[in-house]
């Protein structure tokens, strides 16, 4: 419990450190580097990490996708996704011995899904104006975090009925219904943050504008994105089953490694991205 807190402050202060510098390539970089180390990860974790081409180009990959939207990569994109795509399968053809087709789509999967789900984050900062895409990052945390750290102490205090015993023993029922609450009432909290802060003139001049949030549409979706963070939490848990391990990592004391916190949000961030395209809960006014 003691090392969760204090690897959970270590994590705040890194991202305040990075909130001045969220509107500049510096965001693309620390994408790119959360990617590359949860491919290097789950490929640790499926042994497919032996075959270093396989690696390099999987982790290579997943670091170039976070720049998509910089003129140099955009440019190219096209010609990096063909050359990735047909290296994986020219490594198939020369270590057909060794390497099974399974084990192509699976890094090839991951190496995709991975950086393109966290780069909503970017996406939503190009399209959507820096203000409200400054809010949907909260929303994705309280989401996802949040959720996890109410559905972590609902179950700890009510846990009696199991949710998934086979893919998450110390998941319950109660802790599943404590989370979805506990994304309501945070996301909420985060909305009147945001709400209260917009009265600075610096904070105005930081979001580039005035922004106006749907509290009832920040209520109303924040049980969905958190289903989407169980999701990705379940699904998580599953690889580490069948690949015989506890954790992905140990950069995080308390918590493992970065896919074992990011887990949710690969999930979450997505659908974020989505719902405020289609619904636009937070908008300059």
């Not at 929303?139 to 179950?155: E, K, T, V």
Request: hydrophobic residues 55%; proline residues 4%; glycine residues 8%.
């Amino acid at each position: 419990m003691r090392q969760r807190i204090i690897s959970a402050l270590v994590g705040l202060c890194i991202l305040a450190a990075l909130l001045p510098f969220l509107n500049t390539a510096a965001l693309n970089a620390v994408i790119s580097v959360i990617s590359a180390l949860a491919v290097h990860e789950i490929l640790l974790a499926t042994k497919y990490i032996e075959n270093r081409f396989l690696a390099f180009l999987c982790i290579g990959f997943a670091c170039v996708v976070p720049f998509m939207d910089t003129t140099l990569v955009a440019r190219y994109l096209p010609l990096l996704c063909y050359v990735f795509f047909m290296a994986l399968f020219l490594l198939l053809l020369i270590k057909h011995d060794t390497i099974r087709v399974e084990q192509i789509g699976f890094s090839f999967m991951m190496a995709t899904c991975i950086p393109f789900s966290l780069n909503c984050v970017i996406l939503m900062r190009n399209y959507m104006g820096f203000g409200p895409s400054f809010f949907y990052l909260f929303y994705i945390f309280g989401s996802s975090w949040i959720a996890d750290s109410g559905a972590y102490f609902a179950g700890m205090l009510f846990g009696k009925h199991k949710l998934c015993p086979t893919i998450s023993p110390k998941k319950t029922v109660e802790g599943f219904i404590g989370g979805l609450v506990a994304a309501v009432v945070g996301n909420l909290l985060i909305a009147g943050i945001f709400t209260v802060l917009g009265q600075q003139e610096w904070f105005v001049a930081y979001l580039g504008g005035p922004i106006r949030i749907n509290y009832l549409l920040v209520a109303a979706l924040s049980p969905f994105c958190a289903l989407a963070g169980v999701f990705g939490d379940l699904s998580a848990s599953i690889i580490k089953r069948q690949c015989g391990i506890k954790d992905f990592g140990h950069i995080m004391p308390g918590h493992g490694g970065i896919l074992d916190r990011f887990d949710s949000v690969l999930m979450v961030a997505p659908l974020v991205f989505i719902l405020a395209r289609i619904f636009s809960f937070a908008v300059y006014c």
